[in-house]
């Protein structure tokens, strides 16, 4: 089943500048019961986005219409924790194609990698630079461009490489799903299951 | 390892799949949407346990969507031919406690679960991580996993662990001395004298939290300890078969020449009773300490310190210990095994809990609540004053009722003290099981070991 193909492009940010997000925070784990993939975006961030009774809190830059955008920039050690997918599913469904970050926690980045949202990671002090950017001027872009794994701030021209494994590059860049891979080496594999028998 | 993708990552092969009813109906979905069969059906376990009640298992699930959610793994795993352990099955409980119980984990395997915890089961001397739903879906379909070599980290215990000292408190020492990002990118191998001496209850608590400071997946290698716990088991090789099994088992070590990407070196001495005071689990320390200043913190790291510190209505620099706790939990993937509950019922005999305490002791799995009925703790634990409940997650994760209420302060046997883990609002420290016994009975939080010898 191919997936949505990933095209670089310019966005405006919003900025997160809170180290160790973890999974409970992006989705609680009350919100995990549903069996379809949908629908995950609405609760995104739920008990730092609303009170008790529902009520956004102003203060949470998601309530903050100034910052709107497609790509999320936030602290060190981005999804950290549980292994639960619906994080990645939240992100996306909210409306993020890219989570900009110093550093990602492993499970939390395969999620992202196999749900078309692209994480990039940056350097401290370029994750610095474009939090102030951004924090200063909601009005500020940014470029991610998959093909050549550089993201640029569009005010002053600063840019960064980073990195992916080619294999999903490939993937995210032609829409690949790797389930349809590894279905076509499903003879191979049981070879190998009989290879060792 | 089945192939390696050019420039890519390794087709892993996978021994055992463990599911749960949380993290499985969307891979299940998926397989259904391609057309496909679940390639290797005897290959995968299935239990409920993040979202079940611990209360009336008997009873339909009153929550409607836990019920919908518990009834669809039924489903799945009936239209598919998967082994479902379902409620009141007598092999139902956390997927990381019946996994092994059952000697379904066995050294050597490749083990996946859609759940962070499944490092667990690399206390056996498997290779065990968790997985997102999508890569469920991947080992529903082909048994096989993408997966990149990860980096290597061995982390040694030298010397000999003091009296009240336990496993939570060897990790939770290692993370707040590596961080809950540390880890991040390796698996861990954790070896030397101190590690060595632990039960396996005691390494799978170990290799349970190495998620908790990055790590995927966190191993010890193999020994007596490990081959007489399997030894018997439901699942397990018999007979001759056994003896095969061992004979394999025994070369699962490192090699002496085996280089590693990152060596750490602890001295058991230096670990005391561990508790956590903030947001994160690698913010711990000896239950003794007191909260870092600010001052102290490294300056990246102050925001989220401070955020942690209003979060937890803490002030830096204070005592840790003597704050009065609330709720008092015990049991999860982490401590909710029958060495737990021993050591729980054998600290309350003849002590009383806290009236202020309301204290949750939540066995790991129907054995091990047998288990527990079975030597006598039900009632040690009722004449102290607690009650023991039903097997599942509980209030580890607060999916279910089992909620600590806003504001509230719970010490916990769990693994993860993150803002609203134990529920919205809820305030998590996290210990071992003797500090949560010691806690529950003088109702603040307490080094077990001033309760040592006094008996």
């Known amino acids: 089943m191919a997936i949505e193909k990933f095209v670089s492009f310019l966005s405006t940010a919003v900025p997160l500048p809170i180290e160790n997000v973890d999974t409970d925070q992006i989705i609680p784990a009350r919100f995990l019961k549903a069996t379809t993939r949908d629908g995950f975006g609405e609760n995104l961030f739920r ?3 609303y009170g008790k009774e529902g009520e956004p809190k102003r203060e949470f830059v998601l309530n903050n219409s100034d910052y709107q955008g497609s790509i999320l920039v936030a602290g060190k050690n981005f999804g950290s924790g549980s292994s639960r997918e619906h994080a990645a599913w939240a992100i996306h469904d909210y409306g993020f194609k ?8 492993d499970i939390f980045k395969n999620n992202a990698l196999n749900n078309g949202l692209l994480p990039v990671q ?10 102030e950017a951004i924090t200063a001027d909601p009005s500020v872009q940014l470029k991610i461009d998959l093909v050549g794994q550089e993201i640029t701030l569009l005010s002053t021209g600063a840019k960064e490489s980073f990195e992916i494994n080619p294999y999903k590059k490939e993937c995210l860049l032609n829409g690949y799903d790797d389930i ?3 279905m076509s080496i499903r003879d191979k594999i049981a070879q190998f299951e009989a290879s060792r028998a | 390892m089945v192939e390696e993708i050019k420039g890519g990552p390794s087709v892993l092969y996978i021994d055992r799949h463990l599911i749960h009813e949380v993290t499985s109906p969307q891979a299940f979905a998926g397989i259904d949407k391609r057309g496909i069969s679940v390639f290797r059906p005897q290959n995968t376990v299935a239990t409920p346990d993040h979202n079940v009640p611990t209360l009336n298992q008997h009873l339909p699930i009153k929550d409607e969507l836990s019920r919908f959610q518990v009834n669809k793994l039924t489903e799945n795993c009936e239209k598919h031919g998967i082994t479902l352990y379902g409620l009141n099955h007598p092999y139902q409980g956390i997927v990381h406690v019946i996994g092994p119980e059952l000697g379904i984990t066995q050294p050597g395997m490749t083990m996946v679960c859609g759940d962070s915890h499944t490092s667990t089961h690399g206390a056996f001397g498997s290779v065990a991580f968790g997985i997102g739903t999508s890569e469920v879906e991947m080992v529903l379909a082909t048994q096989c996993i993408l997966q ?6 061995r982390i040694t215990v030298d010397g000999e662990l003091s009296p009240g000292v336990t496993a939570k408190d060897v990790i939770l020492y290692i993370i707040s001395k590596i961080s809950a990002s540390g880890g991040t990118g390796y698996f861990i191998e954790y070896a030397g004298p101190a590690i060595r001496s632990l039960s396996m209850e005691g390494r799978m608590t170990v290799c349970n939290m190495s998620i908790e400071s990055g790590a995927r997946g966190g191993l010890i290698a193999p020994d007596e300890t490990t081959f007489s716990y399997i030894r018997g088991r439901e699942f397990a090789p018999k007979g001759a078969d056994f003896d095969r099994a061992v004979s394999y088992w025994k070369t699962l070590v490192s090699d002496d020449d085996a280089v590693f990407d990152r060596e750490l070196q602890f001295d058991a001495a230096d670990i005391e009773p561990m508790i956590t005071y903030g947001t994160n689990p690698g913010m711990g320390a000896s239950i003794g300490a007191r909260i870092p200043e600010i001052y102290e913190v490294e300056a990246s790291a102050r925001k989220s310190f401070e955020k942690s510190m209003a979060y937890m209505g803490f002030e830096p620099g204070t005592e840790i210990s003597g704050r009065k706790v609330d709720y008092v939990f015990v049991g999860s993937c982490t401590n909710g095994r029958i060495e737990d509950l021993r050591n729980v019922a054998q600290f309350v005999k003849g002590r009383k809990k806290a009236d202020h305490v309301t204290a949750w002791i939540v066995p790991g799995s129907k054995q091990v609540e047998k288990q527990a009925h079975e030597e006598g703790l039900t009632e040690i634990l009722q004449e102290a004053g607690f009650r023991l409940r039903q097997p599942g997650c509980s209030a580890c994760l607060a999916m279910n009722d089992d909620k600590i209420p806003e504001g509230k302060l719970a010490v916990s046997t769990s693994n993860r003290n993150f803002e609203g883990r134990q529920g919205p609002g809820a305030r998590t420290m996290l210990a071992s099981p003797l500090t949560a016994a010691a806690s529950a009975v003088s109702g603040e939080v307490s080094d ?6 006094s008996d």
């Open chain 1, 47 to 49: 008990d730092w986005r």
């Open chain 1, 98 to 105: 890219a989570v900009v970050s110093s550093f990602f926690a």
């Open chain 1, 122 to 131: 940056v350097t401290d002090e370029f994750l610095a630079d474009l939090l």
């Open chain 1, 180 to 182: 349809d891979y590894m």
């Open chain 2, 148 to 153: 990149p070599k990860p980096k290597k980290m």
């Open chain 2, 448 to 453: 077990p070991r001033q309760f040592l010898g």
